[in-house]
């Protein structure tokens, strides 16, 4: 026996309703109070699972649409986890202090300017680094040499010139472009007759490289 108002039916009750909605739909007079509880019933029940699959749907196609875009994250996540590797590589086979292991690995995370370590003379730490790095990456990208010949051996070079031609030549992720670059907001050529020197050495080199690598 049903209770009435118990907010539930018995397998005769549905039974019941299959019944009148198959008379129904023959005779083409289906029941209001069959649309007004039944269906009512019905569509509680599968409401959610409808939705839950359309928003999976959703996710699954945005998903699909970022990986799309720019390479895709996971094309960029391999590229990060990549440099990630060749920065702890180099860390490693330098031999950089632990004093020092934090804010080396940062500037060369973030392309930075590396700065002075006082436990491990900074051009022996920037060459290593240097061949390290560079050398699994871009060769066409300006390496410790190239700065010991433009930065150490031009002399009249203004204080301020110098250390912007060392931090920048000795920063192994800096592209051969935003080296000179750093160098030339600094340099001045009008001031002092070594800026000029160290800037012509750079174009120099510029081109040496290019017609080296084929640029």
Known sequence: MQREGAGCTTAKDRLKIVRQSIKGMVDGNIPHSLFTSHSHM????????????????????????????????????????????LIKLALTRCKIPSSCWN????????????????????????????QIVLSRTNATDLNAKTGSVCCETISDVSISCQVACRSALYAPTLTHEKKKNRIRSICDPTGTEGDGKVLNCLDTTSDWLREKYKL
Not at 56 to 67: E, G, R
Not at 113 to 126: A, G, N
């Open 42 to 85: 019905l569509g509680l029940r599968y409401s959610r699972s409808c939705i839950c699959c359309l928003l999976w749907t959703l996710i699954l196609f945005i998903t699909v649409c970022l990986q799309e875009v720019n390479g895709g994250p996971v094309k960029r996540s391999k590229r990060a986890q990549s440099k990630e590797w």
């Open 103 to 130: 804010s080396v690995e940062r500037s060369l995370t973030e392309d930075k300017q590396v700065s002075v370590c006082q436990h491990m003379d900074f051009y022996v730490m920037m060459d290593c680094l240097d």
